[in-house]
């Protein structure tokens, strides 16, 4: 079992690290040029002291480095390797010996040309010999692997739903899968049906499934798109995960033939494949034409929802795209993502935080942005509620910075990024993002009104929890899941509405472009999911069973944590938009006069790290601020 566990592992393995494979090369090397030494020595008797032996060898080593380095031999893809891999190789073979016999000839004593040449010789064919037998060695080895676990992993069986008429896979590239391909699997009346030389299989129930896989020793089912999915999230996903079959997802054919997915790793039915909804359509068109030749601003464009309206605007011919955030090792990762996908796209990556108003405006000044995107925040619940004046200074004057000068600086869009916790908060967090929407909404009014200088257009969106995101429930089961459970679930009724990180992007950017100004976008978040429940699920998906193999324990609602979110307050109104998934908030109006004047003593409070009175002032602003399960429930029994 370990060693077929190994023979996977290795199977994944895309390429082996350059720099032990240039090590292996070295070693080689030098072992040729010792045999060409020894042959030297016991062949012609050339006499040799140690100190010329350690002096030749030496400088093959560094005549091995330099002829590798001017090659590139060690960046190869090995298991690739073909007849160009060999040209290189032959090609760094002569380099070395080139280098070797100069350096030779000039500084020992081994100065005869027929010593010298024969030595050349045999030093250049082993060197040569070694590491192409190296290559070969490996290709050899790698094709073994593949074949021995293809052999174990068992067969597999195509879904393509009701696409009984053409089946979309391609049979020639059912080689490179590490299956074995037994043919196609139907729900319906058995018949004797065939593609190619694939038979096609009907079942109806789970029973029928059972035994087809028993018969034919099925091991995965590869799902040809995400759509069918979602379709038997309820049927066929059921029965894979109480026979604990593997589900694979095939994205597009088109994708396959061109070589953009590797078979040994085809992506396996997440739970964020069963909750997702249609794909959203969104107006491509105008998003392109306001974007082109912009230069577009993204604050936190490092965290998880920053990241995405990155990669996203990427693709909309931008003159730059400026990146700004504080977190230093997430900005690394994001910015060598970019240059390796986009390496089209002008961006720059700027360090900063945007409580630091100086630091903020430099960025306006040099890089005179048309579009911003405000994605930073502070947003994890407990930890606000924890530190509430931190919420403040990030959340609330972070805003109000980036905010102030996208006005002083004459951008056209301010696009912010809020959150359904800030509807009836019940937590610091919540509220604080309600104050950040009060504060940009209210300057828009004022601007639009004339009674503030300005021309920019502030737009607020408003979406629940996204899949995979920094610190979500999904990414936290997993880990648990792996280290054997239980699997913690803070209350058996807590409810969350759910969307991917993609399609919560793809909305901001529409709501973008369909806003004026002054508004607030809420986004249809679809059906609630109970964490319970989904809890529950993916428990099944890792094939086991739930409070059997694995448990599941509540552990009480945290500080500031409700039972279910709200996309609107009770009071508010929506309208609809041009797309479905969207709909305009309408919401009491606030004077930026008046805000002001509130906001300057809720920030000197928070400054001066005063928790009480910090929140207290929140509530004073926000009277729909209620405290759940927290210490600051007291301030509302004063208030009331």
Known sequence: MIINDFALVLSRVKFFNRWIVLFIDLFLSILATSTSLSFLWYILGTKLVDESIFHILFISFCASLCSFYLCRTYKGVIRHSAFTEAGRLALSSLIKILFIV?????????????????????????????????????????????????????????YQGDKTGTFLFDASLSDKLLYKVSGFLRFGDRTSLRAGKYSIYSIKEQVDFNNLVNRKDIKAILFTDYRLVKEESERLVRYCEKKKVRMLILPSVDELKKGKINFHNLPEVHIEDLLGREEICINMTEIVASLKGKVVLVTGAAGSIGSELCRQLCSFNLKQLVLFDSAETPMHNIRLELEEKFPQVEFTPVMGDIRMIDRVESVFRRFQPQYVFHAAAYKHVPLMEENPCEAVHTNVYGTRNVADMAVRYNVDKFIMVSTDKAVNPTNVMGASKRLAEIYVQSLSIAISKGLHPGKTHFITTRFGNVLGSNGSVIPRFREQLAKGGPLTVTHPDIIRYFMTIPEACRLVLEAAFMGKGNEIFVFDMGSPVKIADLARRMIELAGLIPDEDIEIQYTGLRPGEKLYEELLATKENTLPTNNSKIYRAQVREYDYEDICKVMSPLIDLAIKVDKMGTVKYMKGIVPEFKSKNSEYEVLDKVGS
């Open 102 to 158: 100069v350096l030779v000839y000039m500084t020992t004593t081994l100065q005869s040309p027929r010593e010298l040449a024969l030595g050349a010789v045999v030093d250049l064919f082993l060197t040569f010999f070694l590491l192409t037998i190296l290559r070969v060695f490996m290709i050899v080895f790698y094709a073994i692997i593949v074949n021995s676990v293809s052999s174990n992993q068992g067969n597999l069986l195509i």
